[in-house]
Nanobody, 112 residues
């Protein structure tokens, strides 16, 4: 069984930065791809960024150049550095391992 716990969300002004963390426990971590998703009120959940076991990254067009995903296998952790935040980035952010395991989410609110 895998547990994922996100942290690092909060309220920030537009143009600011936040760093989200996702801590995994309970199982092997390094072989799995991990992704960050987000869901804004009234909208569908969308994929934000992914990182594979080979550290290959991919980003949604809406966050390219502003967000950076990284992982630390020894710590069983994945991070999402979010810079130049915009009000439209406001959402609950979730991490997911292999699209099978999900965290509870962390709220990010960007004020204009």
């Amino acid at each position: 069984q895998v547990q994922l716990v996100e942290s690092g969300g909060g309220l920030v002004q537009a143009g600011g930065s936040l760093r989200l963390s996702c801590a995994a426990s309970g199982s092997t971590f390094s072989p799995y791809a991990v992704a960050w998703y987000r869901q804004a009120p009234g909208k569908q959940r969308e994929l934000v960024a992914t990182i594979t076991s080979a550290f290959i990254t991919n980003y949604a067009d809406s966050v390219k150049g502003r967000f950076t995903i990284s992982r630390a296998n020894a710590k069983k952790a994945v991070y999402l550095q979010m810079n130049s935040l915009k009000p439209e980035d406001t959402a609950v952010y979730y991490c997911s391992m292999a699209e099978k395991y999900w965290g509870q989410g962390t709220q990010v609110t960007v004020s204009s």
